[in-house]
């Protein structure tokens, strides 16, 4: 591995660290306002408002350039995957918890690792399939509460089931960048998959974002969709987008193991409880996952 290569791989983990963080951030927040917009309305927001701070980036760096925007039929493959993700993410919200949900999405290495193979033929070594067994048990721990009874007859929420299918165009989305992109700088790569997305929502949703009450949502609302739009969404956007780059998918996706730890830091940042001590052993679980995917094996 070169010096240019080293070093874009070394930038690439720090991209997905910083992923790790924001996104974490949308489960709680998301956990508070899910409830007071349809879903397809607030992801169409989300997106709208994060091509605008997209955009203004790709403005004042790299610009566009017509061959960017060659074979559009790619953005909106990309966008109407990624929407899919957020739409079942927010409607899983509304009666799953955020440390639920954020157990659920460190399935999503495995499922990459899978898609990754199928797009890119990116092979998954013994080492890591150990690591993304560990992982996945460590979800799934957390998913059923630690209790085994629960587990057996597969004692599972309305929320989690569908956040769990959200979990698949996630982890489609990974090695799809890759496949798919053709030289593009990553922040215009992703301005694309957002107006994509964006339009694809709107023209879903417009009925019910003419009818809503904008006006009558407390500050919260705004709080959230704030962050979910730019941290959350155009920042992570362009993270993923970066890191696929330079890593494997599945290394990538590695980084959604930090995931439940981050919620639950972010929960008692926002006044919420600690779990107990049991669901923490599968959060530890999912942190030495992380340690493994990350060693050169």
């Known amino acids: 591995m070169n010096t240019i290569t080293q070093s874009s791989y070394r930038r690439g983990h720090a991209a997905m660290l910083m992923f790790s963080i924001l996104v974490a951030g949308s489960f709680p927040l998301g956990v508070r306002i899910a409830n007071m917009v349809d879903p397809l309305s ?36 990309l966008g109407g995957v990624f929407s899919i ?9 509304k009666t799953a918890s955020s440390v639920s949900t954020a157990a659920i999405f460190t399935l999503t290495p495995i499922m990459s690792a899978l898609f990754g193979y199928l ?3 990116q092979v998954t070594t013994r080492w890591m399939a150990m690591a993304l067994t560990v992982g996945g048990a460590g979800a799934v721990w957390v998913i059923f509460r630690g209790d085994l009874n629960a587990l057996l007859r597969f004692d599972v929420g309305r929320g989690e089931v569908i956040f769990f299918i959200a979990c698949f165009a ?16 990553p922040v215009v790569f992703t301005l694309g998959t957002l107006i994509a997305g964006g339009l694809i929502l709107l023209a879903l949703s417009f009925r019910d974002l003419m009818a809503m009450d904008w006006m009558a949502l407390p500050p919260i609302f705004w709080i959230g969709l704030a962050y979910l ?17 330079s890593l494997p998918s599945a290394k990538v996706m590695a980084y959604t193991y930090l995931t439940p730890s981050w919620v639950i830091i972010w929960e008692l940042a926002l006044g919420g409880g600690v779990p107990s001590p049991v669901i923490l052993l599968g959060v530890g679980a999912t942190i030495l996952a992380l340690v493994m995917l990350l060693q050169q094996r």
Request: glycine share 6%.
């Open 229 to 245: 739009s730019i941290s959350s969404t155009a920042i992570t956007f362009f993270l993923v987008q970066y890191a696929t780059l």
């Open 170 to 185: 996630h982890a489609f989305y990974t090695p799809l960048v890759r496949r798919l992109n053709r030289g593009e700088h």
């Open 42 to 77: 607030l992801t169409a927001l989300r997106f709208v408002l994060a091509s605008v701070v997209v955009g203004i980036f790709v403005g004042l760096g790299p610009g566009v350039k017509r061959s960017d925007f060659a074979a559009p039929w790619r953005y909106l493959a």
């Open 119 to 121: 797009l890119l033929r």
């Open 85 to 93: 993700y957020f739409v079942l993410m927010f409607e899983a919200l």
